[in-house]
């Protein structure tokens, strides 16, 4: 039995010292309570939607974020900004959208907190979004390093 208790207490810590301490979207109500919400139509505002809808053709070739906790500026700048102008500038194919698609890194550098030095900490969605709207981002292939590139 002492064995077993043993085990069961070497496994926990274990796991324990190799789990995964990096954190992705940091959720913050306060945050989001005060984003401007557009108006949702009322009873007998009839829109004809389509039935289905797909964004594709504007995306970049999907990455791995690897080790980091940047995936809010991955969504953001790498996917969201790059559909959003790969859909305005109408870029075709995966070529011409990759070599346009925003890096997330830069914008991560732009948000993360002073004391995260290992992009491990996480932000937030509406900080991303506010950075991106105050300064943008460059594209992915000059600003391509994971993680502590000065900007």
């Given at each position: 039995?002492?064995?077993?208790?043993?085990?069961?207490?070497?496994?926990?810590?274990?796991?324990?010292?190799?789990?995964?301490?990096?954190?992705?979207?940091?959720?913050?109500?306060?945050?989001?309570?005060?984003?401007?919400?557009?108006?949702?139509?009322?009873?007998?505002?009839?829109?004809?939607?389509?039935?289905?809808?797909?964004?594709?053709?504007?995306?970049?070739?999907?990455k791995n974020q690897g080790e980091y906790g940047t995936c809010v500026a991955w969504t953001s700048a790498y996917y969201a900004r790059t559909i959003m102008l790969a859909q305005k500038n109408k870029w075709k194919g995966s070529k011409e959208?990759?070599?346009?698609?925003?890096?997330?890194?830069?914008?991560?550098?732009?948000?993360?907190?002073?004391?995260?030095?290992?992009?491990?900490?996480?932000?937030?969605?509406?900080?991303?979004?506010?950075?991106?709207?105050?300064?943008?981002?460059?594209?992915?292939?000059?600003?391509?390093?994971?993680?502590?590139?000065?900007?």
């Amino acid at each position: 039995m002492k064995k077993i208790l043993l085990f069961v207490a070497f496994i926990f810590l274990f796991l324990e010292t190799f789990s995964q301490t990096r954190m992705g979207c940091k959720l913050d109500s306060s945050a989001y309570n005060h984003v401007f919400l557009a108006q949702i139509p009322q009873r007998g505002y009839n829109i004809q939607l389509p039935k289905n809808y797909s964004l594709k053709q504007f995306c970049p070739t999907p990455k791995n974020q690897g080790e980091y906790g940047t995936c809010v500026a991955w969504t953001s700048a790498y996917y969201a900004r790059t559909i959003m102008l790969a859909q305005k500038n109408k870029w075709k194919g995966s070529k011409e959208i990759d070599a346009n698609a925003g890096s997330p890194y830069f914008v991560y550098e732009n948000i993360k907190g002073y004391t995260d030095k290992n992009c491990q900490e996480g932000a937030g969605l509406i900080i991303a979004l506010e950075a991106l709207k105050q300064h943008g981002t460059v594209v992915f292939s000059s600003f391509s390093k994971p993680c502590g590139q000065p900007i």
